[in-house]
């Protein structure tokens, strides 16, 4: 599952958790970009602390885990490279389902190598409230749509929240909560 995860929420969590079940995966793998090249004009929070953060709000999941490769390379994150990456990792012998949210999924044709993603990996695309999906023309059996329990939770509203001051408990996990207090993020100093 790929995501900037700044900060990882419960819309994450969730939609991991219901698409592990569908799909009977033995594991979610969860990617914190790198710089996404989606969302250059605005200031994204270090890749180390996103990473801590999505770690320490999967570690009690025995089927959640999280990969460096995204921060780790370094530079802006373009999904044909994780892929590769995560395919070296974990061999020929893996089925690799790539899980992302419906708006990211609309710009899917967009990405770079969009012909050698669809070799790599089966898309699963979840739905959350106010994203509704357009046919953009998604090419047939590669691409499977999921509905997500409805959690109308986004990183850019927890951060919005954070800097005005505003509760952003029970939208992340108690730690996240936490971790975001200890490291002053998304206030201004
Ligand atoms: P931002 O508000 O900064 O764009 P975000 O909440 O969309 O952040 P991302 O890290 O961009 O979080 O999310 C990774 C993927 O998870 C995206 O493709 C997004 O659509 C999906 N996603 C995010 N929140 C939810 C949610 N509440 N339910 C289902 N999918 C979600
Ligand atoms: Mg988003």
């Known amino acids: 599952m790929g995501g900037t ?10 939609a991991a958790s219901e698409v592990q079940h569908r799909f009977g995966l033995d594991e979610v793998v969860f990617v914190p970009t790198g710089q996404p090249w989606q969302k250059e004009d605005r200031q994204v929070t270090a890749g180390e602390e996103r ?3 999505t770690v320490i709000a999967t570690a ?9 490769v995204d921060i780790d390379r370094g530079g802006l994150t ?8 995560l395919w070296r990792i974990h061999g020929p012998d893996c089925e690799l389902y790539f899980i992302t949210g419906a708006d990211a999924l609309e710009q899917i044709l967009s990405w770079r190598n969009a012909e050698e993603l669809f070799e790599l990996a089966h ?8 994203h509704a999906l357009t046919d953009v023309g998604l090419p047939e059996g590669k691409v499977t749509l999921v509905e997500i329990p409805a959690l109308a939770i986004s990183s850019s509203e927890c951060r919005q929240r954070v800097a005005a001051g505003e509760p952003i408990w029970y939208l992340v996990p108690d730690g996240i909560v936490q ?9 201004e100093d």
């Open 5 to 14: 995860f700044d900060p990882i929420h419960h819309g994450h969590l969730v």
């Open 51 to 53: 990473y801590l953060m």
């Open 60 to 68: 009690s999941n025995p089927r959640f885990s999280v990969s460096r």
């Open 78 to 85: 373009y999904t044909v490279d994780t892929l590769r990456d």
């Open 123 to 130: 898309f699963v695309g979840c739905t959350r409230p106010g």
């Open 179 to 187: 971790y975001i207090n200890k490291r002053h993020l998304y206030v």
